[in-house]
């Protein structure tokens, strides 16, 4: 990640600080999400909130409507409401992601078995908290959007929306990858 790429994510998180949805941003929301999943969208920070939508804005600019993709962009984020991130946490792992990329990965998602018997329990060292949040988010975004009904393709778009993707010629035609190239690019972007 570049110099300009860092001040872009830091200046991000602090934007979505003080941002709120406006009424016309609920009123997109509300036509998107089933009842279960606006609860699920209410759970989130602002700033996620914030970021969801213009994920989704973006998705419809570049003209794509596909809803399990419009579902996914609102809530490809929701497993961080599981574990709220505090600004300090947020611009931690923006930096070190930056700068020691391996470091943050292997922070984050070794050993795999960071949850205690109750799912609401996180059980790492404070410092490593961001980090493990930042890489199980999506699957536990996944399971949360499971249960509202939501459909195999929006879980799987939201499940894997961190991963990096190798495409084969063969893959490029599949709904689900075209879909997930697009969320990555715009949620990147956003």
Same mark, same amino acid.
């Given at each position: 990640m570049n110099a300009a790429r860092i001040i872009y994510r830091t200046r991000q998180v602090l934007l979505g600080l003080g941002t709120t949805l406006t009424p016309a941003d609920w009123d997109m929301v509300e036509n998107v999400l089933n009842a279960s999943q606006i609860g699920l969208f209410k759970r989130m920070q602002k700033g996620e909130q914030t970021h969801s939508v213009r994920v989704l804005k *973006? +998705? +419809?600019?570049?003209g794509e409507n596909h809803p399990d993709l419009m579902v996914a *962009?609102? +809530?490809h984020d929701v497993g961080k409401?599981?574990?709220l991130l505090r600004l300090w946490e947020r611009v931690y792992v923006v930096l070190v992601k *930056?700068?020691? $990329?391996l470091l943050a990965q292997r922070w984050g998602c070794e050993p795999p078995a960071v949850l205690t018997s109750s799912p609401d329990e996180l059980r790492v060292p404070g410092w490593r908290r $961001?980090? =493990?949040i930042a890489c199980h988010h999506p699957i536990w975004g996944a399971e949360m959007v499971a249960k509202t009904g939501a459909s195999p393709l929006t879980v799987a +778009?939201?499940?894997k929306h961190q991963e990096v993707m190798t =495409?084969? $010629?063969? *893959?490029?035609?599949?709904?689900?990858?075209?879909?997930?190239?697009s969320l990555r690019a715009v949620d990147d972007e956003s």
């Open positions: *973006a +998705l +419809l600019k570049r *962009a609102l +809530l409401s599981r574990f *930056a700068f020691i $990329p $961001p980090f =493990v +778009l939201i499940k =495409v084969s $010629p063969k *893959a490029i035609s599949s709904i689900e990858t075209r879909l997930m190239q």
